[in-house]
């Protein structure tokens, strides 16, 4: 991991940008969500993590090499409103929904976050603090209460997002070009001044009047279903035909809605699953007292050949490079 910050604490402002090669290390720093993330890819894991601070609004822009699953919660304290600022055609999903490049979403702050993101994806996170925003969305009376919020996602005609977008698109090239910029002395105010009426009014003056529904997935909900009843399986062998039977559905049928969704078979999935289940456990092993393959048994791998050869094709290492290296990581 490398790691460059600076931080300027009379204006109140923090620009920190870290690169990884460790998936929960870059988990961590995805603030202020608190997410756990799997890897979906095969290959050795590289990411990076730019964040920016100015006072009441933060900037979070995530780049990764492989596809990942991310889930897990959102800050209370604040409304994260995120752009996929996706080149390559394989979807970003988020709660079994196609994310468009003109969609805004994450906004609901009750809701829990699930993005499912394709290798090589740019994901920008703007962060406003709870109370700022609705103060500032009065004043400028745009209705964006609670009802608004709880759609999650919207979806704009591009004109009208093309100069939010624009400034998303701006941040991430600052980031990555020039990030002190971030911290002369005037940019913190001048961006938060600029940026958080230009969302609000985007937001209040050019979302449809009919509130959007995003379509799901057909599948969407058997596929929630059959994670559900994987994790009851953790430690056991599970078969394909035993997941059909539990759901009440076809092979076929599951098979589609998993392909769709994540790109793989459902037991390409659950063995992913279990993967990054045994490399964290490995990770907080202590080498001395704790064996490959107890940990292995814990998440259904019983063949130490098979286990092996998945796992340093998952992640490009073998399991007992992992739990060698656990205590400096």
């Not at 609901?108 to 962060?127: C, G, N, Q, W």
């Amino acid at each position: 991991m490398s790691l460059i910050a600076n931080h300027n604490s009379q204006a109140d402002s923090l620009v920190v940008t870290r690169q990884f090669d460790d998936i929960d290390a870059f988990a961590e720093a995805i603030k202020p969500l608190d997410i756990t993330v799997n890897q979906l890819t095969p290959g050795c894991f590289l990411g990076s993590v730019n964040f920016a601070k100015f006072g009441s609004l933060k900037f979070t822009h995530v780049n990764q090499n492989q596809g990942i699953r991310a889930i897990g919660l959102k800050s209370p304290s604040d409304l994260t409103f995120a752009i996929a600022l996706q080149a390559d055609q394989t979807p970003v999903v988020s709660h079994g929904c196609q994310i468009k490049a003109q969609d805004i979403v994450g906004f609901d702050p009750t809701r829990e976050t699930d993005f499912i993101t394709p290798k090589d994806s740019h994901i920008v996170l703007a962060s406003v603090n709870v109370q700022v925003f609705h103060s500032l969305a009065e004043q400028m009376g745009c209705d964006l209460g609670q009802k608004f919020l709880q759609q999650n996602s919207v979806r704009l005609h591009s004109a009208s997002l093309r100069l939010l977008k624009a400034y998303y698109q701006q941040i991430t090239h600052i980031f990555s070009s020039q990030p002190s910029l971030f911290m002369q002395s005037q940019m913190p105010s001048l961006i938060v001044e600029d940026f958080v009426p230009l969302l609000i009014d985007t937001l209040g003056k050019n979302a449809p009047k009919k509130r959007y529904q995003p379509k799901l997935f057909r599948r969407y909900a058997l596929v929630k279903k059959a994670e559900e009843i994987a994790k009851l399986y953790r430690d056991k062998p599970l078969t394909l035909q035993q997941l059909c039977d539990e759901l009440g559905t076809s092979s076929s049928a599951l098979c589609y809605g998993f392909k769709e969704i994540f790109g793989m078979s459902p037991m390409a999935y659950i063995k992913m699953q279990r993967l990054n289940g045994v490399r964290r456990a490995l990770k907080n092993a202590d080498p001395g007292k704790t064996s490959v393959m107890q940990l292995a048994h814990q998440w259904g791998f019983w063949s130490p050949g098979h286990f092996g050869r998945d796992y340093k094709e998952m992640f490009g290492e073998l399991p007992s490079e992992t739990l060698r290296i656990s205590r400096c990581r």
